[in-house]
């Protein structure tokens, strides 16, 4: 049980932003969303999380609605590079650790 | 994540074998744990440990076995391996954030593995 919902793919073009959508409806106060990318065959790659605010790193932004219910990963200037499968992870709650469960993923492909 | 080390990369194998798949990692986590990922699949988690002294279970421990020699050691061992076990196998390190339950988890590059 996966509980997020993602497009199968995307595509976006290089250098302009690209908007990754994620919606998690049943996600519980206490879980973050977390998302991950994976480059084909390579171990999956942390990019960001959040728990209720808007966060931002050297490698994206996450904007999460107010209601919590769905959250927007934002690659700001896609390159060639960026082209993978980006997974949106609600952490489950009620375990003493983090497990995480990973779908199927938004296939991202950045064409020049 | 060059501070998840896993060996071999790759690795063909017969039914029947036994195979040990090994991950090490320089970060310094307690918590490691081994998830295996089918073609257009997400992943499933197989074992987790907290630290050198607790193993537990994941989905889908049939058929696998897991040793956690040293704080930065972690193997998974095939017994008898079977042709449905073929799949990319990633090892992953995780700690919490202080102050926190927190905590992103690092993946190795994984091992691709074909049992014929």
């Known amino acids: 049980d996966a509980k997020t919902t993602q497009p199968p793919s995307m595509d976006c073009a290089e250098g302009r932003a690209a908007n990754l959508p994620c919606n998690h409806s049943?996600?519980?106060?206490?879980?973050?969303v977390y998302w991950y990318r994976q480059i084909h065959s390579q171990g999956p790659q942390y990019i960001i999380h959040?728990?209720?605010n808007n966060e931002t790193n050297e490698m994206a932004s996450l904007i999460i609605t107010e209601d919590r219910k769905s959250s927007t990963l934002i690659l700001p200037h896609a390159t060639l590079r960026d082209t993978a499968v980006y997974y949106c992870?609600?952490?489950?709650?009620?375990?003493?650790?983090?497990?995480?469960?990973f779908g199927s993923g938004t296939k991202l492909n950045v064409k020049p | 994540d060059a501070d998840v080390t896993q060996t071999p990369r790759n690795r063909i194998t017969k039914t029947g074998k036994r195979i040990m798949l090994e991950c090490s990692q320089t970060?310094?986590?307690?918590?490691m744990y081994w998830y295996r990922q089918d073609p257009g699949l997400g992943l499933q988690l197989i074992y987790y440990?907290?630290?050198?002294?607790?193993?537990n279970k994941g989905e889908i421990s049939d058929g696998y076995s897991v040793s956690r020699q040293a704080q930065a050691k972690f193997s998974l061992s095939l017994e008898s391996a079977i042709p449905n076990q073929t799949a990319l196998y990633f090892c992953?390190?995780?700690?919490?954030?202080?102050?926190?339950?927190?905590?992103?988890?690092?993946f190795g590059d994984g091992t691709r593995l074909s049992i014929l």
């Open positions: 049943t996600i519980s106060g206490n879980e973050y």
């Open positions: 970060k310094g986590h307690d918590r």
């Open positions: 992953a390190t995780s700690d919490p954030r202080p102050g926190t339950d927190d905590q992103p988890q690092h």
């Open positions: 440990s907290f630290d050198v002294k607790d193993i």
């Open positions: 992870i609600v952490r489950v709650a009620g375990d003493n650790f983090n497990k995480f469960y």
């Open positions: 959040g728990l209720k």
